[in-house]
């Protein structure tokens, strides 16, 4: 059964100038699969509740025994009731609601083998990201391919990460586009 826990921000680090990730300690917490995602649960001083759904970007092995410890990515929408307050607003020492992990029909470990073939945009990377960490620490010999769509070269999320775990040379293969405009004498098609 799924049950809210309450989780504690421990730290959270930019990505891009919208997206922001969060690291939460979840006592409880009952570990999950990479691709895997937790409800997100906010109540206001006058009782309002509302809930977002938001995939892991951790590895399970993040989940050390005994530290609980997980990470969202969470990329600020304009309008959006629950993603400028974990993007603008949250501070470490800070508390919030979860219940996970959800879902398990879009997931993958290293048990399931390859090769994998990944395809992903804009914040659609996040359990995807989740996945080769997981392949990194144990499953390094499977063959791997990302192909990743960002509109811009800057909104590209874990972009330092990518590029250490490709020169890795481990078999992980990353493919960028670019929708809206690439850095300055940068190769390829443009739009």
């Known amino acids: 059964r799924i049950v809210w826990r309450v989780a504690e921000v421990l730290d959270i680090s930019s990505e891009t100038h919208r997206a922001k990730s969060l690291l939460l300690r979840v006592p409880g917490w009952p570990g999950h699969r990479p691709g895997q995602h937790v409800d997100v649960r906010l109540t206001a001083e006058d009782g309002y509740q509302t809930e977002r759904s938001y995939s892991l970007a951790s590895a399970p092995e993040m989940e050390l025994p005994g530290r609980e410890i997980i990470q969202l990515t969470i990329e600020r929408?304009?309008?959006?009731e629950v993603s400028p307050y974990l993007t603008e607003e949250v501070r470490p020492g800070d508390r919030i609601e979860l219940r996970g992990p959800v879902g398990g029909y879009f997931t993958w470990t290293e048990e399931d083998g390859g090769p994998l073939v990944l395809v992903a945009g804009g914040t659609g990377l996040v359990p995807l990201m989740s996945m080769l960490r997981h392949r990194a620490r144990h499953a390094e010999k499977v063959?791997?391919?990302?192909?990743?769509s960002s509109r811009t070269h800057e909104e590209i999320l874990y972009r330092e990460e990518l590029e250490r775990l490709e020169t890795a040379g481990d078999g992980l293969r990353v493919v960028h586009t670019l929708t809206r405009g690439g850095p300055a004498g940068r190769q390829g098609c443009q739009r």
């Open 77 to 80: 929408l304009g309008e959006g």
């Open 143 to 148: 063959p791997a391919c990302l192909l990743y």
